[in-house]
């Protein structure tokens, strides 16, 4: 049988107990924790955090800003074909 040191908040190399796992993700989705983590950049990707939002927005306008030139460039495309 082998030594498992107990979890606490000061050991850091013991396993988190599902209570901390717990407090940690409820930490990371509110977004207000002082260091990033996994569990805030999971929630950052999946948008249920202000900055995952804001960058998610962001994400959305580039795309949109790219999807209008694109549609634009066929429309002169389609002007010069018509001119010759």
């Known amino acids: 049988m082998s030594h498992r040191p107990p979890s606490n908040e000061f ?3 013991a396993t988190p107990t ?3 796992l717990r407090r940690l993700m409820a930490m990371a ?4 924790e002082a260091l990033h983590s996994v569990f805030s950049a ?3 990707r999946a948008g249920n955090t ?3 939002r804001v960058a998610r927005e962001k ?7 790219f ?3 694109a549609m634009a460039s066929q429309e002169r495309v389609a002007e010069f074909q018509k001119k010759l």
Request: hydrophobic letters at 30%.
């Open 11 to 13: 050991n850091a190399s």
């Open 18 to 20: 599902q209570d901390m």
């Open 29 to 32: 989705l509110s977004g207000t």
């Open 42 to 44: 999971i929630a950052d």
């Open 50 to 52: 202000e900055r995952g």
């Open 59 to 65: 994400e959305n306008e580039r795309i949109a800003s």
């Open 67 to 69: 999807m209008r030139t």
